[in-house]
């Protein structure tokens, strides 16, 4: 198994394992576990930076370029704004988050409104989660 064939098949269970730690980590909000649901928030933030670096690198690598068909350039497209959109908003959140730690008196909008977006990025980032599993199918 090459270099690249692992991180694929690493990458397919950290989606899986994302996925469950994303949604159990919005039944923790839901039941007013601000605590563990910060912890874990903040976990999976870094550990998708984490990805993407290792991805970026793996990016680099010399192999064989993958032959896309035409048809399937436009869901790439939109698996990358989505998961893009989704990482940006969760970094924001989760800054947002420690901002206030840290200076109680500035009530950001972001916290104001943590609920809303919270539901709109967690969204967005399950259908990327999905999109790569769905991608591995595509493309391996």
């Known amino acids: 198994m090459s270099e690249h064939d692992l991180f694929l098949n690493l990458s397919l269970a950290w989606t899986l394992v994302a996925m469950i730690l994303l949604l159990f980590s919005w039944r ?12 874990l928030m ?3 933030t870094l550990a998708a930076w984490v990805f993407i ?3 970026l ?6 192999r064989p370029l993958l032959q896309v068909k035409e048809e399937y350039i436009l869901w790439l497209i939109v698996h990358g704004v989505a998961g893009l959109m989704a990482l940006l ?8 988050r420690l901002w206030q730690v840290k200076y109680p008196e500035n009530n950001l909008h972001l916290n104001r409104h943590h609920k809303l977006y919270g539901r709109i990025f967690i969204s ?4 990327t989660h999905i999109g790569g599993a769905i991608n591995y199918g595509l493309f391996i």
């Open 28 to 39: 923790l909000a839901r039941y007013g576990n601000r605590r563990r649901h910060r912890q």
């Open 42 to 44: 903040l976990f999976l």
């Open 53 to 55: 670096a290792i991805y």
């Open 57 to 62: 690198w793996q990016s680099r690598q010399p």
């Open 89 to 96: 908003g969760a970094t924001a959140l989760v800054l947002a």
């Open 124 to 127: 967005l980032w399950l259908f």
